[in-house]
């Protein structure tokens, strides 16, 4: 992700019209990330938009997608560290489920 070298990436960043011509559930999940995020619903947000990931995108939306994952994980940080239980929650989760993907990575199922 490009954004998290560099300090001050948030959704103003973000191109919000990446989205406009994807499939429509593609689009969905986009704008209820984009909802979550605006409303820090930390979890909500970063679920959304990881999910997007996985998915048939372009360049442009992988993009768009990685800066706004920057953007929340850079304000998770500062309100987690400010005391926000909500975003020490989500980082906790986010956190779990790294750990779990690379035990996946590195001790796939036989």
Known sequence: MLCVFFAGCDQRNVNKSAFDSAKPEVKQTWQ?????????????????????ISRDITPTQLVAVQDAM?????????????????????????????????????????
């Open 32 to 52: 209820a990330a984009l909802a979550a995020s605006k409303a820090n619903n930390y979890l909500s947000a970063s679920t959304n938009f990881l999910s997007l």
């Open 70 to 110: 920057a953007g929340l994980t850079e304000r998770m940080y500062q309100a987690a560290a400010k005391g926000d239980a909500g975003a020490k929650a989500a980082l906790d989760a986010l956190k779990q489920r790294q750990a779990e993907q690379m035990r996946a990575l590195t001790h796939p199922a036989h």
